[in-house]
C-alpha cells in the first residue's frame, strides 16, 4: 500500500495563476480531507469529502474548490492564486473519523 | 475563545525527563481526542488517541483526558533527543472533522 500520496511536492505559482493538487489513497476510506498549514501554525480544514460526490466546507474555503468523482481521488482546486494561499497543503484520509487520519507527504506551495 | 489551544512553546526538557504538553478545549460535547506528532518537514503522524476520562498509556507516552475541565494532557517519560517534533492536539468536531490545536514545540537537550 503507497498510503496517501500527492503531487507535486513543490510549486511556485505566479499571481492569479491555477493549479490543482492531487491526493489519491488506496486504503479505500470513506472520508479525505485538506489541511493547510502555514509556518508554526496548526492544520487548518479547507474541504473535506464522506464518500464520492459528497464534499463540504471546511474553516478556511474560500479561493478553494474540490471534487470526489471517485473514492481514491480528492483534487484540490486553486483558482487566481494569491500571495496568501502560500502554504504546505496536506491532504488526509480516514476509515471512519474516529479512527487515525493517515496523511500524505505534503505539497509546498509558494504564490509570487 | 479558540477551539482547541495549546501553548506554542518552545517547551524545552532535558534528556531522561517527563515532558508533558497540554491542550484545553471549548466544546464540552467532545468526545474524542488525538496527538499527532509532527517532525519538522514531515507530514503529522499519530501518537495517541483517547476517549474516557483518565490516563492511557502506550510505552513512554501517557495521555491524560478530563472532561470535567476541559483539558487533554501528554506525558513522555524518559524523554530522547528523538521526540523533538511539534505536538499536535485534535478533537473531533461534529463526527466529521479534527480540530487541530496550534502545536506545542518540543526541544529535548541531550
Known amino acids: 500500500n503507497a498510503g496517501v500520496t500527492q503531487t507535486p511536492k513543490f510549486r511556485i505559482l505566479k499571481i492569479g495563476q491555477s493549479m490543482t493538487l492531487q491526493c489519491t489513497q488506496d486504503?479505500?476510506?470513506?472520508?479525505m480531507y485538506w489541511y493547510r498549514q502555514d509556518p508554526g501554525m496548526g492544520l487548518k480544514l479547507i474541504y473535506y469529502s464522506v464518500g464520492a460526490g459528497i464534499t463540504d466546507k471546511g474553516e478556511v474555503p474560500n479561493g478553494y474548490n474540490v471534487s470526489r468523482s471517485t473514492t481514491e481521488d480528492f483534487p484540490l482546486r486553486l483558482e487566481l492564486a494569491a500571495p496568501s494561499q502560500t502554504s504546505v497543503y496536506f491532504c488526509?484520509?480516514?476509515?471512519?473519523?474516529?479512527?487515525?487520519?493517515?496523511f500524505g507527504p505534503g505539497t509546498r506551495l509558494t504564490v509570487l | 475563545q479558540k477551539e482547541v489551544e495549546q501553548n506554542s512553546g518552545p517547551l524545552s526538557v532535558p534528556e531522561g525527563a517527563i515532558a508533558s504538553l497540554n491542550c484545553t478545549y471549548s466544546d464540552r460535547g467532545s468526545q474524542s481526542f488525538f496527538w499527532y506528532r509532527q517532525y519538522s518537514g514531515k507530514s503529522p503522524e499519530l501518537i495517541m488517541f483517547i476517549y474516557s476520562n483518565g490516563d492511557k498509556e502506550d510505552g513512554r507516552f501517557t495521555a491524560q483526558l478530563n472532561k470535567a475541565s476541559q483539558y487533554v494532557s501528554l506525558l513522555i517519560r524518559d524523554s530522547q533527543p528523538s521526540d523533538s517534533a511539534t505536538y499536535l492536539c485534535?478533537?473531533?468536531?461534529?463526527?466529521?472533522?479534527?480540530?487541530f490545536g496550534q502545536g506545542t514545540r518540543l526541544t529535548i537537550n541531550p
Open positions: 485534535a478533537v473531533i468536531q461534529g463526527a466529521q472533522k479534527l480540530v
Open positions: 488526509a484520509s480516514t476509515q471512519d473519523t474516529y479512527n487515525e487520519q493517515f
Open positions: 486504503m479505500n476510506h470513506n472520508y
